[in-house]
């Protein structure tokens, strides 16, 4: 059974960093994207950031210039490199996994930014 093992996750405060890791397990298959979502209190879940296996990557407009997501794809594991951190992205954040046959979600990792 396929599994996304997320860590990283935590309290800073404003203008403090976390890096956030993700390593996909078991019989997944070729990983076509990992993503990171989040999902704050009372808000719908947004996507954050995305990694294709050829590289490319995605961000939302909210967190362009001060996050970045990376990719092992040796170890499949993607980070997302949180800099610059605000009291708005304060959410529960998800990893993905997109195969062509399935999509796979971590448990979810809170991150908590105070002011």
């Known amino acids: 059974q396929a599994q996304l093992a997320e860590s990283g996750g935590g309290l800073v405060q404003a203008g403090g960093s976390l890096r956030l890791s993700c390593a996909a397990s078991?019989?997944?298959?070729?990983?076509?994207?990992m993503s990171w979502y989040r999902q704050a209190p009372g808000k719908q879940r947004e996507l954050v950031a995305s990694?294709?296996?050829?590289?490319?990557?995605h961000y939302a407009d909210s967190v362009k210039d001060r996050f970045t997501i990376s990719r092992n794809n040796a170890r499949n594991t993607v980070y997302l490199q949180m800099n610059s951190l605000k009291p708005e992205d304060t959410a529960v954040y998800y990893c993905?996994?997109?195969?062509?046959?399935?999509?796979?979600w971590g448990q979810g990792t809170q991150v908590t930014v105070s002011s």
């Open positions: 078991g019989s997944i298959g070729s990983i076509e994207v």
């Open positions: 993905n996994a997109a195969t062509a046959w399935s999509n796979v």
């Open positions: 990694s294709t296996s050829g590289g490319s990557t």
